[in-house]
Protein backbone atom coordinates (compact mmCIF):
# COMPACT_ATOMS: atom_id res chain seq x y z
CA UNK A 1 0.00 0.00 0.00
CA UNK A 2 0.95 3.63 -0.78
CA UNK A 3 1.84 6.08 2.13
CA UNK A 4 -0.77 8.26 0.42
CA UNK A 5 -2.97 5.86 0.77
CA UNK A 6 -2.55 5.77 4.54
CA UNK A 7 -2.76 9.27 5.40
CA UNK A 8 -6.07 11.16 4.08
CA UNK A 9 -5.84 14.08 2.04
CA UNK A 10 -7.85 15.84 5.17
CA UNK A 11 -4.71 16.31 7.30
CA UNK A 12 -3.01 18.56 4.83
CA UNK A 13 -4.44 21.92 7.03
CA UNK A 14 -4.92 24.90 5.16
CA UNK A 15 -2.79 27.94 6.56
CA UNK A 16 -6.45 28.99 8.19
CA UNK A 17 -7.20 26.23 9.92
CA UNK A 18 -3.90 26.14 11.48
CA UNK A 19 -4.15 29.56 12.79
CA UNK A 20 -7.31 28.10 14.46
CA UNK A 21 -5.73 25.42 16.27
CA UNK A 22 -3.08 27.79 17.59
CA UNK A 23 -5.45 30.31 18.89
CA UNK A 24 -7.23 27.50 20.76
CA UNK A 25 -4.02 25.80 22.30
CA UNK A 26 -2.67 29.42 23.16
CA UNK A 27 -6.28 29.49 25.02
CA UNK A 28 -6.76 26.59 27.00
CA UNK A 29 -2.43 27.04 28.35
CA UNK A 30 -4.02 30.52 29.64
CA UNK A 31 -6.80 28.76 31.49
CA UNK A 32 -4.17 26.50 33.03
CA UNK A 33 -2.31 28.80 34.51
CA UNK A 34 -4.97 30.62 35.76
CA UNK A 35 -6.70 27.46 37.57
CA UNK A 36 -3.39 26.62 38.99
CA UNK A 37 -2.00 30.06 40.68
CA UNK A 38 -5.68 30.59 42.18
CA UNK A 39 -5.40 34.18 41.42
CA UNK A 40 -9.10 34.47 40.20
CA UNK A 41 -11.90 36.06 42.75
CA UNK A 42 -13.78 33.21 43.32
CA UNK A 43 -10.31 31.29 44.93
CA UNK A 44 -9.68 34.02 47.64
CA UNK A 45 -10.91 33.29 51.35
CA UNK A 46 -14.15 34.83 51.85
CA UNK A 47 -14.31 38.53 53.21
CA UNK A 48 -10.79 38.91 51.10
CA UNK A 49 -10.87 41.82 48.64
CA UNK A 50 -9.16 40.99 45.35
CA UNK A 51 -6.19 44.10 45.71
CA UNK A 52 -5.72 42.89 49.49
CA UNK A 53 -2.36 41.28 48.42
CA UNK A 54 -1.28 41.87 52.47
CA UNK A 55 -3.78 39.68 53.79
CA UNK A 56 -3.67 36.86 51.77
CA UNK A 57 -0.22 36.58 52.71
CA UNK A 58 -0.86 36.84 56.19
CA UNK A 59 -2.87 33.70 56.06
CA UNK A 60 0.06 31.46 53.76
CA UNK A 61 1.77 28.84 56.27
CA UNK A 62 5.62 27.70 55.62
CA UNK A 63 4.82 24.92 53.44
CA UNK A 64 2.70 27.06 50.87
CA UNK A 65 5.09 29.95 50.65
CA UNK A 66 8.18 27.22 50.20
CA UNK A 67 6.08 26.09 46.98
CA UNK A 68 5.91 29.95 45.67
CA UNK A 69 7.58 30.53 42.53
CA UNK A 70 9.28 34.16 43.37
CA UNK A 71 9.18 35.47 39.68
CA UNK A 72 4.79 35.42 39.69
CA UNK A 73 4.54 37.22 43.22
CA UNK A 74 3.26 40.87 43.37
CA UNK A 75 5.20 43.49 44.06
CA UNK A 76 5.00 44.79 47.73
CA UNK A 77 5.27 48.49 49.17
CA UNK A 78 5.11 49.06 52.80
CA UNK A 79 3.08 51.39 53.87
CA UNK A 80 4.34 55.09 53.81
CA UNK A 81 6.75 54.71 51.32
CA UNK A 82 7.26 54.60 47.62
CA UNK A 83 8.84 52.38 45.12
CA UNK A 84 10.13 55.88 43.48
CA UNK A 85 12.73 56.39 46.11
CA UNK A 86 16.01 54.49 44.81
CA UNK A 87 19.72 55.32 45.53
CA UNK A 88 21.59 56.61 42.87
CA UNK A 89 24.91 55.19 41.59
CA UNK A 90 27.67 57.51 42.46
CA UNK A 91 31.32 56.32 41.30
CA UNK A 92 32.85 59.50 42.28
CA UNK A 93 35.06 58.95 45.67
CA UNK A 94 35.65 62.41 47.60
CA UNK A 95 38.56 62.16 49.69
CA UNK A 96 38.58 64.03 52.97
CA UNK A 97 41.53 66.46 53.81
CA UNK A 98 43.85 65.41 55.06
CA UNK A 99 46.50 67.25 57.67
CA UNK A 100 50.02 68.74 56.96
CA UNK A 101 52.92 68.10 58.61
CA UNK A 102 54.95 69.22 56.42
CA UNK A 103 56.59 73.10 55.93
CA UNK A 104 55.79 74.58 52.84
CA UNK A 105 57.96 77.54 51.24
CA UNK A 106 56.14 80.76 49.43
CA UNK A 107 57.60 83.28 47.38
CA UNK A 108 56.61 86.65 48.38
CA UNK A 109 54.47 88.70 45.39
CA UNK A 110 53.77 91.96 44.73
CA UNK A 111 50.92 93.30 46.87
CA UNK A 112 51.19 90.71 49.73
CA UNK A 113 50.24 91.07 52.97
CA UNK A 114 51.39 89.28 56.39
CA UNK A 115 47.58 89.09 56.27
CA UNK A 116 46.81 87.82 53.46
CA UNK A 117 49.22 85.12 53.04
CA UNK A 118 48.29 83.71 56.40
CA UNK A 119 44.41 83.71 55.54
CA UNK A 120 45.29 81.73 52.24
CA UNK A 121 47.00 79.06 54.80
CA UNK A 122 44.31 79.16 57.66
CA UNK A 123 46.91 80.91 59.79
CA UNK A 124 47.11 83.49 62.19
CA UNK A 125 49.42 86.56 61.19
CA UNK A 126 51.54 85.77 64.17
CA UNK A 127 52.03 82.15 63.03
CA UNK A 128 54.17 83.82 59.55
CA UNK A 129 56.15 86.27 61.65
CA UNK A 130 57.18 84.19 63.97
CA UNK A 131 57.83 81.00 61.32
CA UNK A 132 60.24 83.89 59.70
CA UNK A 133 61.05 85.99 62.38
CA UNK A 134 64.68 87.03 60.80
CA UNK A 135 63.73 86.85 57.44
CA UNK A 136 61.24 89.39 58.52
CA UNK A 137 64.03 90.91 60.85
CA UNK A 138 61.05 90.89 63.67
CA UNK A 139 58.74 93.53 61.77
CA UNK A 140 55.79 92.75 59.23
CA UNK A 141 56.49 95.96 57.85
CA UNK A 142 59.45 94.39 56.20
CA UNK A 143 57.62 92.17 53.72
CA UNK A 144 58.62 92.33 50.26
CA UNK A 145 58.30 90.68 46.88
CA UNK A 146 60.76 87.98 46.64
CA UNK A 147 61.15 86.77 50.73
CA UNK A 148 61.08 82.97 50.32
CA UNK A 149 58.76 82.13 53.69
CA UNK A 150 58.26 79.06 55.83
CA UNK A 151 54.88 78.17 56.06
CA UNK A 152 53.88 76.06 58.79
CA UNK A 153 51.01 73.65 58.74
CA UNK A 154 49.32 74.84 62.06
CA UNK A 155 49.32 77.96 64.17
CA UNK A 156 52.32 77.76 66.12
CA UNK A 157 56.49 79.14 66.24
CA UNK A 158 58.90 77.81 64.16
CA UNK A 159 62.46 77.06 65.74
CA UNK A 160 65.48 76.48 64.13
CA UNK A 161 67.29 74.04 66.77
CA UNK A 162 70.70 74.46 67.48
CA UNK A 163 73.25 72.37 68.70
CA UNK A 164 73.28 71.75 72.44
CA UNK A 165 69.50 72.81 72.77
CA UNK A 166 67.54 71.11 75.79
CA UNK A 167 63.38 70.51 74.51
CA UNK A 168 62.59 72.04 78.39
CA UNK A 169 64.18 75.09 78.03
CA UNK A 170 63.18 75.58 74.40
CA UNK A 171 59.57 75.06 75.16
CA UNK A 172 59.49 76.93 78.13
CA UNK A 173 61.54 80.37 75.94
CA UNK A 174 58.36 80.33 73.72
CA UNK A 175 55.81 79.91 76.73
CA UNK A 176 55.01 76.30 75.81
CA UNK A 177 55.15 72.78 77.83
CA UNK A 178 57.46 70.01 76.17
CA UNK A 179 54.57 68.05 75.35
CA UNK A 180 54.13 71.08 72.58
CA UNK A 181 57.49 69.75 70.91
CA UNK A 182 57.57 65.80 71.24
CA UNK A 183 53.65 65.46 70.70
CA UNK A 184 53.90 67.42 67.53
CA UNK A 185 54.09 64.22 63.87
CA UNK A 186 55.73 66.35 62.14
CA UNK A 187 58.79 66.90 64.49
CA UNK A 188 59.56 63.46 64.32
CA UNK A 189 60.22 62.75 67.93
CA UNK A 190 59.62 59.75 69.85
CA UNK A 191 58.14 59.85 73.44
CA UNK A 192 61.51 58.30 75.14
CA UNK A 193 63.17 60.90 73.77
CA UNK A 194 65.93 62.67 76.57
CA UNK A 195 65.19 66.20 76.86
CA UNK A 196 68.75 67.39 77.82
CA UNK A 197 70.22 64.95 74.77
CA UNK A 198 67.02 64.90 72.10
CA UNK A 199 69.55 64.30 69.16
CA UNK A 200 67.98 67.10 66.80
CA UNK A 201 69.78 67.98 64.07
CA UNK A 202 70.88 71.15 64.16
CA UNK A 203 69.44 73.62 62.05
CA UNK A 204 66.06 71.35 62.03
CA UNK A 205 62.91 73.79 62.04
CA UNK A 206 60.93 72.29 64.76
CA UNK A 207 57.17 73.15 65.34
CA UNK A 208 55.90 74.45 68.73
CA UNK A 209 52.29 74.39 68.81
CA UNK A 210 50.54 76.69 70.78
CA UNK A 211 53.63 78.58 71.38
CA UNK A 212 54.31 82.55 70.97
CA UNK A 213 57.58 84.88 70.97
CA UNK A 214 58.04 87.83 72.92
CA UNK A 215 58.13 91.65 71.07
CA UNK A 216 61.45 92.13 70.28
CA UNK A 217 63.61 93.69 72.93
CA UNK A 218 64.01 97.18 70.88
CA UNK A 219 60.53 97.47 71.17
CA UNK A 220 60.11 96.62 75.09
CA UNK A 221 62.36 99.49 75.88
CA UNK A 222 59.86 102.68 77.86
CA UNK A 223 61.46 105.90 77.25
CA UNK A 224 60.20 108.37 79.75
CA UNK A 225 60.92 111.68 81.12
CA UNK A 226 63.12 110.72 83.95
CA UNK A 227 64.87 107.82 81.62
CA UNK A 228 65.30 109.34 77.89
CA UNK A 229 68.76 108.05 77.49
CA UNK A 230 67.08 104.46 77.42
CA UNK A 231 66.40 104.60 73.75
CA UNK A 232 69.82 105.07 72.52
CA UNK A 233 70.13 101.84 71.44
CA UNK A 234 67.03 102.75 68.87
CA UNK A 235 69.06 105.64 67.18
CA UNK A 236 70.57 108.83 66.96
CA UNK A 237 66.64 110.30 67.87
CA UNK A 238 67.14 109.76 71.17
CA UNK A 239 67.44 112.44 73.94
CA UNK A 240 70.15 112.64 76.23
CA UNK A 241 68.20 114.38 79.53
CA UNK A 242 64.56 115.79 80.01
CA UNK A 243 63.35 118.34 82.22
CA UNK A 244 60.22 118.38 83.51
CA UNK A 245 57.09 119.18 81.36
CA UNK A 246 53.31 118.89 81.12
CA UNK A 247 51.37 116.31 82.66
CA UNK A 248 48.94 114.40 80.39
CA UNK A 249 45.26 114.25 80.91
CA UNK A 250 45.09 110.63 80.15
CA UNK A 251 42.29 111.82 77.92
CA UNK A 252 43.94 111.14 74.31
CA UNK A 253 43.25 112.66 70.88
CA UNK A 254 43.19 111.09 67.30
CA UNK A 255 46.52 112.19 66.10
CA UNK A 256 45.75 112.50 62.83
CA UNK A 257 42.86 114.15 61.05
CA UNK A 258 41.85 111.22 59.24
CA UNK A 259 40.24 107.84 61.05
CA UNK A 260 40.94 104.99 58.74
CA UNK A 261 43.68 102.30 58.54
CA UNK A 262 46.20 101.85 55.96
CA UNK A 263 48.14 98.26 56.56
CA UNK A 264 48.27 96.82 59.75
CA UNK A 265 45.73 96.80 62.65
CA UNK A 266 46.74 96.52 66.46
CA UNK A 267 47.10 92.48 67.09
CA UNK A 268 49.33 91.36 70.12
CA UNK A 269 52.70 89.88 69.83
CA UNK A 270 52.60 90.99 65.90
CA UNK A 271 52.13 94.55 65.39
CA UNK A 272 50.77 96.37 68.82
CA UNK A 273 50.36 99.96 67.67
CA UNK A 274 47.58 100.99 64.21
CA UNK A 275 48.61 102.36 61.26
CA UNK A 276 46.26 105.20 60.23
CA UNK A 277 45.99 106.34 56.30
CA UNK A 278 46.40 109.33 55.16
CA UNK A 279 49.02 111.62 52.37
CA UNK A 280 52.43 112.48 52.69
CA UNK A 281 52.53 116.07 54.29
CA UNK A 282 49.39 115.40 56.28
CA UNK A 283 49.82 116.93 59.96
CA UNK A 284 50.37 114.98 62.71
CA UNK A 285 49.42 116.18 66.46
CA UNK A 286 50.20 115.14 69.59
CA UNK A 287 47.44 113.67 71.25
CA UNK A 288 47.98 114.29 74.84
CA UNK A 289 50.28 116.90 76.72
CA UNK A 290 53.54 115.76 77.35
CA UNK A 291 57.44 116.49 76.78
CA UNK A 292 59.35 114.96 73.53
CA UNK A 293 61.66 112.26 75.08
CA UNK A 294 62.83 110.95 71.40
CA UNK A 295 62.77 112.99 68.46
CA UNK A 296 64.90 111.57 64.96
CA UNK A 297 65.74 108.43 63.30
CA UNK A 298 64.97 105.23 64.31
CA UNK A 299 67.21 101.95 63.29
CA UNK A 300 64.73 99.45 63.75
CA UNK A 301 62.34 100.40 60.32
CA UNK A 302 60.29 103.16 62.04
CA UNK A 303 62.05 106.38 60.14
CA UNK A 304 61.64 109.09 61.32
CA UNK A 305 60.13 108.65 65.33
CA UNK A 306 58.76 111.20 67.83
CA UNK A 307 57.74 110.00 71.00
CA UNK A 308 56.10 112.07 73.51
CA UNK A 309 55.81 111.15 77.68
CA UNK A 310 52.61 112.33 79.10
CA UNK A 311 54.25 112.93 82.79
CA UNK A 312 51.27 110.09 84.16
CA UNK A 313 52.27 106.46 83.04
CA UNK A 314 52.15 107.05 79.16
CA UNK A 315 54.08 107.24 76.41
CA UNK A 316 52.77 107.43 72.61
CA UNK A 317 54.74 107.17 69.43
CA UNK A 318 54.49 108.56 66.16
CA UNK A 319 56.52 106.57 62.98
CA UNK A 320 57.61 107.20 59.48
CA UNK A 321 57.19 110.76 59.71
CA UNK A 322 57.79 113.00 56.76
CA UNK A 323 59.09 115.90 58.93
CA UNK A 324 59.41 116.27 62.75
CA UNK A 325 58.95 119.78 64.25
CA UNK A 326 59.60 119.48 67.72
CA UNK A 327 62.88 118.61 69.40
CA UNK A 328 64.38 116.80 72.79
CA UNK A 329 62.67 118.33 75.93
CA UNK A 330 60.10 120.52 74.06
CA UNK A 331 56.63 120.87 75.74
CA UNK A 332 53.92 119.72 73.81
CA UNK A 333 50.13 120.16 73.98
CA UNK A 334 46.61 118.05 73.14
CA UNK A 335 46.20 118.93 68.98
CA UNK A 336 49.53 120.56 68.57
CA UNK A 337 51.53 120.09 65.28
CA UNK A 338 54.62 118.08 65.99
CA UNK A 339 55.40 116.53 62.51
CA UNK A 340 53.90 115.00 58.80
CA UNK A 341 52.91 111.99 57.92
CA UNK A 342 56.01 110.23 55.76
CA UNK A 343 57.30 106.71 54.47
CA UNK A 344 60.06 106.56 55.90
CA UNK A 345 61.91 103.46 57.32
CA UNK A 346 59.75 100.60 56.17
CA UNK A 347 57.05 101.64 55.46
CA UNK A 348 55.53 100.41 51.90
CA UNK A 349 52.96 103.71 51.65
CA UNK A 350 51.94 107.00 53.56
CA UNK A 351 50.78 106.53 56.87
CA UNK A 352 50.89 106.60 60.47
CA UNK A 353 52.43 104.04 62.66
CA UNK A 354 50.64 104.96 66.11
CA UNK A 355 51.97 103.40 69.34
CA UNK A 356 50.32 103.96 72.95
CA UNK A 357 52.12 102.21 75.97
CA UNK A 358 50.78 102.51 79.65
CA UNK A 359 52.77 101.60 82.88
CA UNK A 360 49.80 98.99 83.81
CA UNK A 361 48.90 97.13 81.04
CA UNK A 362 52.00 97.63 78.42
CA UNK A 363 51.42 98.35 74.80
CA UNK A 364 47.54 98.82 74.23
CA UNK A 365 45.08 98.86 71.16
CA UNK A 366 44.48 102.98 70.75
CA UNK A 367 41.51 101.86 69.36
CA UNK A 368 39.95 101.21 73.13
CA UNK A 369 41.76 104.76 74.33
CA UNK A 370 40.69 107.11 70.78
CA UNK A 371 37.17 108.59 70.52
Same mark, same amino acid.
Given at each position: ?6 ? @? ?14 ? *? ?24 ? #? ?14 ? #? ?6 ? @???? %? ?12 ? +? ?27 ? /?????? #?????? !? ?6 ? +? ?32 ? +? ?7 ? !? ?7 ? =? ?33 ? @?????? *? ?24 ? !???? /???? %? ?22 ? =? ?8 ? /??? =? ?14 ? *? ?41 ? =?? %? +???? @?
Amino acid at each position: MRTQDVC @PESDRLTPFASRINIV *LVSLFLVLAASCATGSTPENLPPGTA #SGDVTASVEKATPDTL #STLNPEIL @PSFD %PPGETSDIYRKADL +HTIIPDRPRFDILKYLVQEGDTLFGIAEK /YGLKAE #SILWGN !WYTLEQDP +HTLKPGQELNIPPIDGVLYSWSEGDNISKVADSF +HAEPEAIIE !WPGNNIGFD =VDFANPGIEDGSLILITGGRRDAPTWQMITITRSN @PAAASI *LGPGFCGSVSSGPIGTAVFDWPTSSR !WLSG /YPYI %PGVHEAIDIGGAIGHGIFASDNGV =VVYSGWNNYG /YGY =VIVIDHGNGWQTLYAH *LNTINVGCGQAVFKGGTIGTMGITGNSSGPHLHFEMRSEVWGR =VN %P +HNFL @P
